[in-house]
């Protein structure tokens, strides 16, 4: 039985099994017309997320809108597989798109010695399967779905990540530009640019979102914005 969780009407979190990452999260939004995916992951997650659909009552041919928050295989690597049911709109991140559609290789992260302490140098830019990009979007660019879903820029984990501001249920799905790690939140890690993920989280935390939903780890229901403005970077000294 897939690992559901209702975050705000219309919206949940699907848990991606297994111990290649931690707590490894993408998200449905069920619209009048249509599902909107956020993020699929890994590339042999397009079936899990087929029995979510079938379990809230919808179908493959349901999903009209994918959204990628960035290239790495863990969140877009059954996007291709997934597009491909009902020809849903593939959406991305401008920086990322040409990364997605496999056009050249990503960036590598530039790793914390304590980063290396739980992962050492990564050899290969981690991309997913190569996918088509309908629509390459920027920050502040609004989405048909959940009263004008706002994009906003979260650069730094990639080039071109990107979160997602949902009116309709006041929450922000972050990507993994912000995570959730035993009940704390932290700036996401394995990122291309420090600095620049630091300043993501303020933009995130300005939509004022109550409720967030992470690419990694448990979701945040009531004050989501303040305790993204508050994450911490715990593989710093």
Known sequence: MPDLLELAPSLYRLRIPGDRAHLLNCYLWLGPDGVTLVDTGWPDSAALIGEALTALGRSRADVKRVVLTHFHEDHCGSAAEIAGWSGAEVVAGVDDSTYI????PGPLPVLTDGERAIRPDFETSPHGP???????????DVLDLAGGARIVAAAGHTPGSIGLYL??????L???????????????VFNTDRRAATESLERLAATGAQVAGFGHGDAVLTDAAARIAAAVDPFVP
């Open 174 to 188: 972050t990507g993994d530009a912000v995570a959730e790690f035993n009940g704390q939140v932290i700036l996401g």
């Open 167 to 172: 009116p309709a249920a006041d929450a922000v």
């Open 130 to 140: 190569a996918c088509r990009v309908d629509r390459s979007v920027r920050d502040g």
């Open 101 to 104: 559609r496999g056009d050249e």
